[in-house]
Nanobody, 114 residues
Framework: QVQLVESGGGLVQPGGSLRLSCAASGIITRRNTMGWYRQAPGKERESVALKDSLGTTNYADSVKGRFTISRDSAKNTVYLQMNSLKPEDTAVYYC????????WGQGTQVTVSS
């Protein structure tokens, strides 16, 4: 079993930055994928950024060049640095962890508004 604890959401003006963190605990193996999904009101949940334990990274086209995902393997923590935020980035962001099965964080609200 794996538990995920997220932090870092909030309200920011367009063009601003936020950093999300997600710490995983429990039975963690060496091979896994961590990352972030988001879900805006009335829309389906979508992948934002994923990074596996070998370093392979995948970004949604809409965030390329603005968001950066990183991992601290020693802390089993994944980060999402979000720069140049836009109103359309407003959503609940969910931490994602896959290791034999998928685990989700509780979600953290990111609101981009002036």
């Amino acid at each position: 079993q794996v538990q995920l604890v997220e932090s870092g959401g909030g309200l920011v003006q367009p063009g601003g930055s936020l950093r999300l963190s997600c710490a995983a605990s429990g039975i963690i193996t060496r091979r896994n994928t961590m990352g972030w999904y988001r879900q805006a009101p009335g829309k389906e949940r979508e992948s934002v950024a994923l990074k596996d334990s070998l370093g392979t990274t995948n970004y949604a086209d809409s965030v390329k060049g603005r968001f950066t995902i990183s991992r601290d393997s020693a802390k089993n923590t994944v980060y999402l640095q979000m720069n140049s935020l836009k109103p359309e980035d407003t959503a609940v962001y969910y931490c994602y962890f896959r290791q034999y099965q998928t685990y989700w964080g509780q979600g953290t609200q990111v609101t981009v508004s002036s």
